[in-house]
C-alpha cells in the first residue's frame, strides 16, 4: 500500500517568514495530494490540494509543488502569520472509484512567533 | 449547513468495555470514513465505506468493528476497549462523484481507555 513520509516534525518561524513542508510518496499511481490544516482543538481541513497533471498549484500565500518523478510534493507558506500556527497534514491517493481512501503524512505542527 | 458530527465528543471507559462511536452527516454524500489520531502518526484509517453495502478495512482495523446503518451513519464500535486505543478518533465523509476529492471531517471524539 501507500506510505506517506511528512518532514519535519515541527517547524518554528518568525512571522513574515515562509515556511516549507515536504512529503514523500510510495505508490507511482497516486494521482491525488491534498494538504489539511488543523488547529488546536480542531477537525483537519483542506487547504489547497493538488493533481499529477499539474506541477503547481497556488492559492493567495499558500503554494503547493509537486515533482512526480522522485515522488515527493511540499507545502509553502509564505508571509507566514500567528493564525497560520497549526498542525499541517500531507495526504495521497489513487482518484477513481475504487481508490478513494487518502494515506497521511505523520503531520508537522508549525509554530509561527509573533 | 450541511454538517458532520460525532457523538459522544468525550468518553472515558475502562478496559474490557464495549464502546460505540456514532458518525452521522448531512452532506449527502457517498463516503464514511473513520480515523485515528495519535500524536506523531498523523491520521490512520481505521474503515471505510463507499456505500451503505460497501465496508472496508483500513490500515488498523484489529480491535474495531463499523456499521452502515444508512447513507447517513457509520458507526464504529470498540468490541473490548483495550488501553492503547486511547486516541482521538474523527469521522470524515466525501463524495468524488460530485467532482472534488475532499473529504470533510467531523469534530472529533476524544475517547480514553483506564
Known amino acids: 500500500g501507500e506510505n506517506v513520509e511528512q518532514h519535519p516534525s515541527t517547524l518554528s518561524v518568525q512571522e513574515g517568514d515562509s515556511a516549507v513542508i515536504k512529503c514523500t510518496y510510495s505508490?507511482?499511481?497516486?494521482?491525488?495530494f491534498p494538504w489539511y490544516k488543523q488547529e488546536l482543538g480542531k477537525r483537519p481541513q483542506l487547504i489547497i490540494d493538488i493533481r499529477s497533471n499539474v506541477g503547481e498549484k497556488k492559492d493567495q500565500r499558500i503554494a503547493v509543488t509537486l515533482n512526480k518523478t522522485a515522488k515527493h510534493f511540499s507545502l509553502h507558506i509564505t508571509e507566514t502569520q500567528p493564525e497560520d500556527s497549526a498542525v499541517y497534514f500531507c495526504?495521497?491517493?489513487?482518484?477513481?472509484?475504487?481508490?478513494?481512501?487518502?494515506?497521511f503524512g505523520q503531520g508537522t505542527i508549525l509554530t509561527v512567533h509573533p | 449547513d450541511a454538517d458532520v458530527t460525532q457523538t459522544p465528543r468525550n468518553r472515558i471507559t475502562k478496559t474490557g468495555k464495549r464502546i460505540m462511536l456514532e458518525c452521522s452527516q448531512t452532506?449527502?454524500?457517498?463516503?464514511m470514513y473513520w480515523y485515528r489520531q495519535d500524536p506523531g502518526l498523523g491520521l490512520r484509517l481505521i474503515y471505510y465505506?463507499?456505500?451503505?453495502?460497501?465496508?472496508n478495512k483500513g490500515e488498523i482495523s484489529d480491535g474495531y468493528s463499523v456499521s452502515r446503518q444508512a447513507q447517513a451513519k457509520f458507526s464504529l464500535s470498540l468490541e473490548s476497549a483495550i488501553p492503547n486505543q486511547t486516541a482521538l478518533y474523527f469521522c470524515?465523509?466525501?463524495?468524488?462523484?460530485?467532482?472534488?476529492?475532499?473529504?470533510?471531517f467531523g469534530p472529533g471524539t476524544r475517547l480514553t481507555v483506564l
Open positions: 465505506s463507499f456505500d451503505v453495502k460497501d465496508i
Open positions: 452532506k449527502g454524500h457517498d463516503r
Open positions: 505508490d507511482s499511481a497516486s494521482n491525488y
Open positions: 470524515a465523509t466525501s463524495d468524488p462523484d460530485r467532482g472534488t476529492d475532499t473529504q470533510y
Open positions: 495526504a495521497a491517493s489513487r482518484r477513481g472509484t475504487s481508490y478513494g481512501k487518502l494515506t
